[in-house]
């Protein structure tokens, strides 16, 4: 059974995108948002779209 991605702008820091995906799949958020910091700098800022993309579409 699946749920929803949903952001958790409670311990977020900026938009809770991390935070949210952190829960969503039991993850510790700082593994998670080092990915992102990773695929932001080794993906020449892609990833920071793709952020904004499930900041603005999750619930």
């Known amino acids: 059974m699946s749920r ?3 952001l958790d702008k409670s311990n977020g820091k ?3 995108v991390c935070a949210g995906i952190a ?5 510790d958020v700082t593994l998670v ?3 992102f910091v990773l695929a ?4 020449f800022g892609s990833a920071i779209i793709v952020y904004l993309v ?3 579409l999750a619930n």
């Open 14 to 16: 900026l938009m809770g």
């Open 33 to 35: 948002r080092i990915a």
């Open 40 to 43: 932001t700098l080794f993906g």
């Open 54 to 56: 499930i900041g603005l």
């Open 4 to 6: 929803a991605l949903t």
């Open 23 to 27: 829960n969503r799949f039991g993850w």
